[in-house]
């Protein structure tokens, strides 16, 4: 009986979440694999057609082709670079250092813009006329690309506004570094470890837990990356409706959304999110299982 | 004996020393990238026009004019879109505080069968990308009417948030378990130990869970970029985007003058509560 009631107390307090659960995520993840065997269009009610999106997806549609490209390419630098600076950063910070709030602060704030602050304002940095990076380089005598109009240099353009975003990530690992034992490392030191030894054989196992969300989470929002290719090739005059010089910097989700909202196919686009969703699903399924193995967890 | 110790001690000081002073050296250097942008965002803002757009570009703009800002003015209707990013960012903050602490409290201080695998889902719902739910969500939104109004950017969040939840209930369960205890033989119901004991004890946790939904709504440019379509309902993300994405381009020094005035809040709020922020994201670390 009183199993009963604690079922229904407890039931209770999280039935808001339990209908977002159900009403926001659940039914809307099911009914979009549903759509995704459907021509929609909004205008009319879903038509089944199969397998046809896929079949068209894969076979006949090169934009998809370059999309998919763009992103990989994309996912394969920008997830290990952040990663890897943030990384260093955190170490670099983690060291008792005057005015450790400062810097901490510092490289955290461009995190907390609003994202097409910052956005515009390297676009105005990347102006290739009148951008103060061309100015810096041209000076130097280093070659100042047209960067937001080539094809070849938006996409390094791209990966730089990012960098300049790991001030979260950089914090996550100060948290997992700050708790790190000192014993641990008075103990090396007494052994007679060096820098190098003691932050791959110390710290980074120690770390592990926060380098695994690190790279989860982060996986799942690279794959996505939407705002800052847009606002900083965003133009009415483009010949394209979102995403860079020729398609250049078009990824996954703005290409969903221009067939989805733009090209009133809602079916296509799921299509498009299910074979991104899976795709993230295993990849995140082997981070996790390679995690059994790399990720040591304190107390264990 | 002691000069022998004192010769090999000045080595290993003087290596610690270069050491340490190289660590600085990164530090700034990459400390002033990181500034840069900002320095470079703010001094454009108060540049004339012909400043801007010049070939030897000019640090620091004399004579520094307010202008800018005034025409910012004239080409985001400033008020109106504060108005809308203001009232998205409170109404889903208010929301998520309310629905995420209930949740948690059901989540951590009442023991249910069940409760810890639906809390693993509720985990792992934090994994799945939001491209693969936001186009059926769309729709049933558009089904519903709430295209035309604010609803889709804070009523969700009226039903709480995956992380909210999660960031609360490792909170909640720090709070000693005798306190509720003694209140059930008290006869306390478990909603009034809810409000009158674990809420004053999480005023921190609380505060966190608004404040970070207040700058991630003011942020944010996707969700109402998806969801707004009419002008009048433009959030100021949208409103700052159109004057490089629009059919007439602002120029520079007006781009960034209204960036400046966008981000203002922010960083005040930063500032201010920076303690909240940074322990807030770092316990996540830890818990993470």
Redesign the interface.
């Known amino acids: 009986m009183k199993?009963r009631k604690?079922?229904i107390?407890?039931?209770?307090?999280?039935l808001?979440?339990l209908?977002?659960?159900g009403?926001?995520?659940g039914?809307?993840?099911v009914?979009?694999f549903y759509?995704s065997f459907t021509d929609y269009s909004?205008l009319s009610a879903p038509e089944w057609i199969g397998l046809d999106n896929y079949k068209e997806l894969l076979n006949e549609d090169d934009v998809f082709k370059i999309v998919v490209k763009n992103t990989l390419w994309y996912v394969i630098v920008v997830l290990p670079l952040n990663l890897i600076v943030a990384l260093i950063?955190a170490l670099?910070?983690d060291?008792k250092?005057k005015l450790l709030?400062f810097?901490?602060?510092?490289?955290?704030?461009?995190h907390?813009?609003?994202?097409?602050?910052?956005?515009?304002?390297?676009?105005?940095?990347f102006?290739g006329e009148?951008g103060?990076l061309n100015?810096i380089l041209s000076s130097l005598g280093i070659y100042a690309p047209p960067w937001l109009a080539s094809p070849s240099w938006i996409k390094p353009a791209i990966v730089l506004v990012e960098v300049?975003l790991v001030?979260?990530l950089i914090?996550?690992?100060?948290?997992?570094l700050?708790?790190v034992p000192e014993e641990i490392y008075e103990a090396a030191l007494l052994d007679g470890a060096n820098?190098w030894y003691r932050v791959w054989k110390i710290t980074l196992p120690m770390i592990s837990?926060?380098i695994q969300?690190n790279l989860?989470?982060q996986l799942?929002s690279v794959?996505?990356v939407?705002?800052i290719p847009?606002?900083l090739t965003?133009?009415?005059?483009a010949g394209y409706p979102v995403g860079g010089p020729g398609r250049a910097s078009t990824f996954?989700?703005m290409y969903?959304?221009e067939k989805?909202?733009t090209g009133f196919r809602?079916g296509y686009?799921?299509a498009m999110?299910?074979i991104?969703?899976i795709v993230?699903f295993l990849l995140?399924l082997t981070a996790l299982r390679l995690g059994r193995r790399w990720v040591f967890h304190l107390g264990e | 004996m002691i000069s022998k110790f004192s010769s090999s001690y000045h080595i290993v000081f003087k290596k610690v020393k270069i050491?340490?002073l190289m660590?600085?050296i990164?530090?700034i250097l990459?400390?002033l990238m990181?500034?840069f942008?900002?320095f470079?965002?703010i001094s454009?803002a108060f540049k004339r026009i012909e400043q801007?757009?010049?070939?030897?570009?000019v640090w620091i703009p004399k004579p520094i004019i307010l202008d800018n800002f005034k025409e910012a003015l004239k080409w985001i209707p400033l008020l109106r879109q504060t108005l809308n990013t203001v009232y998205i960012s409170f109404m889903g903050a208010i929301g998520t505080t309310i629905?995420?602490s209930?949740?948690a409290?059901?989540?951590s201080k009442?023991?249910?069968?069940?409760?810890d695998i639906?809390f693993t889902?509720?985990l792992s719902?934090?994994?799945?990308?939001?491209?693969?739910?936001?186009?059926?969500?769309?729709?049933?939104y558009?089904n519903l009417g709430f295209l035309g109004s604010f609803l889709p950017l804070w009523l969700?969040y009226?039903?709480?948030?995956a992380f909210n939840?999660f960031l609360l209930t490792q909170f909640f369960k720090s709070i000693p378990k005798e306190l509720s205890d003694a209140a059930r033989i008290d006869g306390c119901s478990?909603f009034d130990i809810?409000w009158r004991i674990i809420i004053p004890l999480s005023r921190t946790a609380l505060a966190l869970v608004f404040i970070f939904h207040v700058?991630f709504m003011?942020?944010?440019?996707?969700l109402p970029f998806?969801y707004l379509p009419r002008q009048d309902m433009w959030t100021?993300?949208?409103g700052?985007?159109a004057?490089?994405?629009?059919?007439i381009k602002a120029p520079?020094n007006v781009?960034?003058a209204a960036?400046t005035l966008?981000?203002t809040p922010?960083?005040l709020i930063?500032i201010f509560a920076?303690r909240i922020?940074?322990e807030g994201?770092?316990?996540?670390?830890?818990k993470?």
């Open positions: 199993t604690k079922l107390i407890g039931l209770l307090f999280i808001p979440w209908i977002h659960l009403v926001f995520i039914y809307p993840i009914i979009s759509y909004l950063i670099l910070l060291n250092i709030s810097f901490r602060a510092l490289f955290y704030a461009p907390l813009l609003p994202i097409v602050v910052v956005g515009l304002v390297w676009r105005w940095i102006n009148y103060i100015y300049f001030g979260q914090l996550m690992y100060l948290a997992g700050k708790n820098w837990p926060v969300f989860i989470t799942i794959f996505q939407f705002a847009y606002v965003v133009a009415a005059d996954y989700v969903i959304w989805g909202f809602m686009a799921s999110a299910w991104m969703f993230i995140t | 050491a340490r660590l600085y990164i530090l990459a400390g990181f500034f942008p900002f470079w965002m454009t801007c757009y010049t070939k030897i570009p629905a995420s209930l949740s409290y059901g989540f009442v023991e249910w069968p069940g409760r639906l889902i509720t719902t934090m994994m799945i990308p939001f491209s693969v739910y936001m186009i059926p969500l769309y729709i049933i558009r969700p009226w039903f709480g948030g939840i478990e809810f700058v003011w942020k944010e440019f996707f998806l100021l993300s949208i700052l985007q004057l490089q994405g629009g059919t520079w781009v960034m960036a966008i981000s922010l960083l930063f920076q922020f940074i994201i770092m316990m996540t670390g830890i993470g």
